[in-house]
């Protein structure tokens, strides 16, 4: 089973490494990293670097494709041959994916036009600019297309995929060899959960950050 | 403030990503990949290239330090650059802290004698071997010394690393920024919790790949 993790520039690591982690201790998965171009790319910090092992022309199909977000989704839909490969790989696979604003990216290529989908909690509107449906859930299933919201929901989302693809009990196992039992030290990882100067707060710095970057 | 996140070949990804995700979102955070050399390593599975952008000789010093784990933590315990480099850093750091085997590999280096510390749950006897004190624990704070459990459960704790350093409210605002709002669609994520069967299966696995690195 071929599964395609897509990297581009700015990406943010965590929507493509927590899936990955998940993904990998599928029986028989053979993930790739693909790109643009082979070699390194940079996260949206600039602050590490992540290898291209193969080119989007070298992987044309894959049964899974998975979409990271990121600041750099922007320049990315830009790209035609980004916006080609996810047409192309969409068509023949057997479940398309994103992680946080990598729906985004889905929706410049037109997979999720009039698609209930979901995102990053502060990319609702740009989701529905796009053409998507936007749709509150920390994963959205619909058809073959699952989209998760931001960042860490990208570990949910791989386990649902793999009890999907595998079954409950191998979706069980690899929760239990990442030792997947969460316990956040704060209740503040929704809008509707965290008090409202540090939903303001945490807003205008990705607005800010993101306008820098446009 | 000077974050050194340690990478050598065969770790595990997710160890070091998800610290690095929400450490990187500390104000006046400075972070920086460390190892023997610059340049590409792989991960434990060998499907993903990180970039190692400092040697350990350009980063004697830290004020926090994060030592990941993955199958490689065995030879990396053997490399003499690598467990004086982590005594160094150590001495002076404000923070020294591990995920999964890596507080193996901080044991190796006599960091954790005597101490109080966790692990990935099917190492709990190397950790005693090592001349440390297992403790049940998604996170153990001893001192300056703070060990998370296995893989995931280093967001966890640098979300705990987060607040200390900077404040209950930062530490809620990374945690809205990478919409950390766990739902596993199982509960599964410890022996505790998950089926004997499962648990058997998972540790079975883990021993047959750790013996065919050694």
């Known amino acids: 089973m071929k599964i395609a993790i897509l990297l581009f520039d700015r990406l943010t690591a965590l929507d493509a ?7 990998a ?11 643009t171009k082979r ?18 022309d070298e992987m044309p199909r894959a049964d899974i494709v998975l979409v990271p977000g990121g600041f750099g989704w922007r320049e990315a839909a830009k ?25 985004l990216l889905l929706a410049a290529a037109g997979v999720l036009d009039g698609v209930q989908a979901t995102t990053h909690w502060s990319y609702f509107d740009e989701l529905a600019r796009l053409g998507a449906v936007p749709t509150q859930g920390r994963i959205v299933e619909r058809g073959k297309i699952i989209t998760a919201a931001g960042v860490s929901a990208g570990i949910d989302m791989a386990l649902a995929l793999a009890a999907r693809i595998a079954g409950d009990d191998l979706a069980r196992a690899i929760q239990l060899g990442i030792e997947y039992d969460p316990e956040p030290p704060f209740d503040a ?26």
Do not use: M
């Not at 490494?17 to 993904?23: A, F």
């Not at 790989?89 to 604003?101: K, L, N, P």
């Open 17 to 23: 490494i927590g899936p990955y982690e998940v993904l």
């Open 189 to 214: 990882g929704t809008p509707a959960k965290a008090p409202p100067h540090i939903v303001e707060a945490v807003q205008a710095r990705l607005r800010s950050r993101d306008a820098s970057l446009s």
């Open 79 to 103: 790209d035609p041959a980004v916006i080609a490969w996810i047409r192309q790989v969409h068509a023949e696979s057997r479940i398309t994916s994103s992680v946080c604003t990598g729906s």
């Open 25 to 35: 201790r599928i029986p028989g998965a053979e993930l790739s990293f693909v790109g």
């Open 39 to 56: 070699g390194e790319i940079r996260t949206d910090n600039r602050v590490l670097g992540l290898t291209v092992d193969r080119t989007l």
